[in-house]
């Protein structure tokens, strides 16, 4: 089973299209008998409580879970401790997935650890969605490597290689964190010339506004993680935080 972990707070104008988005790549999925799927939806709080959306009844069991507002680590990590697959993937409420997301992903994890794939970036332009810029991929034509991308969203996981694996809670970009985590395991990965994750540029999103706060919050922890890393992990540290730096700076 593959365990699709949505932490939402306050996102119901982008959830249906979201959860729509994940059903239709289940579905392609389970017709060829390869992997059933859970939807595990983490409401952290949210103003207007959150349901099944429409889901239920059609096949694919979408469980809701409601907590108090603790941020979107909490809620991830809410996800992790209830979901009941050997596989675990991440999906934004506000982001969507294309209908072979699924079905490229598990064709292409075998013997690896986990499966990293590209994203395209898309705006929000009153109702509509509009792309930007090209697609952003792990491999082919643009040469990003496997630490490249900090989003836990553009891969699918082995649950025994994530085991233990938490998501720091109380910050801001512990996505960085988790990503070094990952990479300081030196796990198997497999990179694939696909973007069929659609991340949306949401001007109402935390990580849409600067917070110097959480930046130097982000390069402590990563420094601190540097102190008993072993040389390469090091240099994966040093590679993060060089980025980090440029693009806060941007």
């Known amino acids: 089973m593959i365990s699709i972990i949505v932490p939402t707070y306050n996102a119901e104008a982008y959830l249906d299209g979201c959860l729509e988005s994940i059903h239709q790549s289940a579905e392609r999925l389970q017709r060829s008998g390869a992997q059933t799927v859970e939807i595990i939806v983490v409401d952290d709080g949210s103003e207007t409580e959150v349901t099944g959306y429409g889901l239920q009844g059609t096949g694919y069991e979408v469980r809701v879970i409601r907590q108090e507002h603790a941020g979107q680590s909490a809620a991830r990590n809410r996800g992790l401790q209830a979901a009941q697959g050997e596989f675990i993937a991440f999906v934004d409420a506000d982001d969507k997935l294309e209908p072979d997301w699924l079905e490229r992903h598990w064709a292409a994890i075998r013997d690896a650890d986990y499966v990293q794939s590209g994203y395209m ?130």
């Not at 491999?139 to 996981?157: D, V």
């Not at 395991?185 to 973007?195: E, V």
């Not at 090091?234 to 440029?246: D, G, H, N, S």
């Open 121 to 250: 970036r898309i705006k929000v332009k009153g109702e509509r969605l509009k792309v930007k810029g090209e697609r952003l991929m792990a491999n082919g034509k643009t040469p990003w490597h496997r630490y490249q991308f900090t989003s836990p969203c553009m891969r699918l996981y082995r649950r025994e290689a994530i085991e233990g694996l938490r998501f720091e809670e109380g910050m801001i970009y512990e996505d960085v964190i988790w990503s070094v985590d990952l990479w300081l395991r030196n796990l198997r990965c497999r990179k694939i010339d696909y973007a069929g994750y659609l991340y949306t540029l949401n001007p109402q999103s935390t990580t849409s506004n600067k917070h110097p706060e959480a930046e130097q919050k982000v390069f402590a922890v990563l420094k601190e993680r540097s102190c008993n890393a072993t040389r390469r992990g090091k240099m994966i540290i040093l590679y993060t935080i060089l980025r980090l730096k440029l693009h806060f700076l941007i």
